[in-house]
């Protein structure tokens, strides 16, 4: 039971490069998120997917997409990276039952 | 509007020194309020959910509780390795699906 896992790690892009973050879950829950976490700002919710099939925009989703491709699975695109896309981007996922919410390690995201 | 303030943004305390972390809340219909730890490089890890004013849960040297309007995450004699950034978030009753996060309180003990 691997929880919540994300790839990569790091990653440093250059301006206007595109990249896809992936995030999946074994605990079969339906909704999932991402963040973005920066000094001062907290965590702040970019887009997140009540289910399968369905994506909803959170706080700041200007410069991403997402896609759920299925229960398990959730990614983010940035098509065309800017410097302050720099940040630290965690997935997430959450018990229906409970509200409590999981997440993976996070991707380290650097763009010059 | 929704929102969670946590207080101090920073503590800095001796091994053994007990204290408090604050969440302040405002929320139309509370559904939960959450307690993460979160170490550097690291995702948030879930600590507590508290569900109704009067709830209390303990785990080692953490205590939480919860009023109507804000909960306290109490340390009691801490160690070096509860060093952390302490998270508290909300869910309100009408939206589920979404938390509202504070910014963290970063604790230091110093052994």
């Known amino acids: 039971n691997a929880g919540v896992t994300q790839t990569p790690k790091f990653q440093v892009l250059k301006t206007g490069q595109s990249m896809t973050l992936q995030c999946a879950q074994d605990?079969?829950?339906?909704?999932m998120y991402w963040y973005r976490q920066d000094p001062g700002m907290g965590l702040r919710l970019i887009y997140y997917?009540?289910?399968?099939?369905?994506?909803d925009k959170g706080e700041v989703p200007n410069g991403y997409n997402v896609s759920r491709l299925n229960k398990r699975e959730f990614s983010l695109r940035l098509e065309s990276a800017a410097p302050s896309q720099t940040s630290v981007y965690f997935c997430a996922s959450i018990s229906e039952e409970t509200y409590e919410q999981y997440f993976g390690p996070g991707t380290r995201l650097t763009v010059t | 509007e929704d929102q969670v303030t946590q207080s101090p943004e920073a503590l800095r305390l001796q091994e053994g020194e007990s204290s408090s972390l604050n969440c302040s809340y405002t929320v139309s219909g509370l559904r939960g309020l959450f307690w993460y730890r979160q170490d550097p490089g690291k995702g948030p890890e879930f600590l507590f959910t508290l569900y109704s004013a009067g709830e209390e849960k303990e785990k080692e040297r953490l205590k939480a509780t919860l009023t109507k309007k804000e909960s306290f995450l109490h340390i009691t004699a801490p160690k070096p390795e509860d060093s952390a950034t302490y998270l508290c978030?909300?869910?309100?009753?009408?939206?589920?699906?979404?938390?509202?996060w504070g910014l963290g309180t970063s604790l230091a003990v110093n052994p």
């Open positions: 978030a909300v869910i309100n009753a009408g939206n589920n699906r979404k938390l509202i």
């Open positions: 605990m079969n829950h339906n909704s």
């Open positions: 997917s009540a289910s399968e099939g369905t994506t």
